[in-house]
């Protein structure tokens, strides 16, 4: 099996491990930065047509619900979909992959969110076909926010304990935790790719069962203005618009689609 196609099918097994969806299916609130952009969006988008891909068990689909009625959320797992279907009976959820929105029509939306890095679980070929997806079913100046690991983070494929740590108690657990599931890491990183525009590494999520695409900020615009997104914007994990930063461990952007004259 080629390392491109391992990122995409081996990172969704990864996500419907039973401790992945009990972890997806406990969350509920936003980060800091996602607060901040919905915040700074909030006129823009409000009473919108919404999609939601990659809702996990549902961690944003109360927010945007309280922005818009008019919401889809998918995801890939049915087993996430199952628990986020519980948790909001009256949303309209369902199983759906990023890379095939065939369901839905040309500028079907107003706005679409792929929050929590999920744009990354996918292999490099795979993202691109995300990208120009997410153009075809967003209407001209429709706003596209997602997040993306960071390959400037001051500890990009560092292994957690070569970062700065405080030596406790919550450390060596995490430690033990860490070297227990080491031999995960040893058997998937074969499967790491690095290139000048991106990398695609095993770090520590999920018990090293991961391959995650971290790409830098220039680099990320640059990918996006390629698929027809302008007044691309990123944002650090406090929700501020930067344009470079080393301190946090995955950044937001936001896109809209280019109306073509």
């Known amino acids: 099996?080629?390392?491109?196609?391992?990122?995409?099918?081996?990172?969704?097994?990864?996500?419907?491990?039973?401790?992945?969806?009990?972890?997806?299916?406990?969350?509920?609130?936003?980060?800091?930065?996602?607060?901040?952009i919905l915040d700074e969006l909030s006129n823009e988008i409000s009473n919108s047509r919404i999609l939601d891909i990659g809702v996990g068990g549902g961690r944003t689909t109360k927010h945007?619900?309280?922005?818009?009625?008019?919401?889809?959320?998918?995801d890939y797992v049915p087993e996430l979909v199952a628990k986020?279907?519980?948790?909001?009976?009256?949303?309209?959820?369902?199983?759906?992959?990023?890379?095939?929105l065939r369901a839905f029509s040309d500028e079907s939306f107003d706005f679409v969110l792929f929050s929590f890095n999920g744009l990354d679980a996918l292999s490099p070929n795979d993202r691109l076909l995300v990208l120009a997806e997410v153009y075809r079913v967003l209407r001209p100046h429709g706003v596209f926010m997602f997040s993306s690991h960071?390959?400037?983070?001051?500890?990009?494929?560092?292994l957690p304990w070569r970062r700065k740590f405080q030596f406790d108690q919550?450390?060596?657990?995490?430690?033990?935790?860490?070297?227990?599931?080491?031999?995960?890491?040893?058997?998937?990183?074969?499967?790491?790719?690095?290139t000048d525009e991106y990398a695609v590494v095993n770090d520590s999520d999920h018990r090293f069962s991961l391959l995650l695409y971290y790409i830098s900020r220039d680099s990320q615009v640059r990918q996006l203005e390629s698929a027809g997104f302008d007044r691309c914007?990123?944002?650090?994990?406090?929700?501020?618009?930067?344009?470079?930063?080393?301190s946090s461990h995955w950044l937001y952007y936001v896109a809209r689609k280019k109306k073509i004259s």
């Open 170 to 194: 919550e450390f060596l657990r995490f430690f033990a935790y860490c070297m227990y599931h080491l031999p995960n890491h040893w058997r998937m990183r074969r499967h790491q790719i690095f």
């Open 1 to 36: 099996m080629s390392t491109i196609i391992s990122s995409s099918v081996t990172n969704k097994l990864g996500y419907s491990m039973a401790n992945a969806v009990a972890e997806y299916s406990r969350s509920a609130t936003l980060f800091d930065s996602e607060r901040a």
């Open 64 to 74: 945007l619900l309280d922005l818009s009625s008019d919401y889809v959320g998918i």
């Open 84 to 100: 986020a279907n519980d948790r909001f009976p009256n949303a309209k959820l369902g199983v759906g992959d990023a890379r095939d």
């Open 150 to 158: 960071n390959r400037d983070y001051k500890y990009f494929n560092r």
């Open 233 to 246: 914007q990123a944002y650090d994990s406090a929700g501020r618009r930067t344009r470079g930063d080393r």
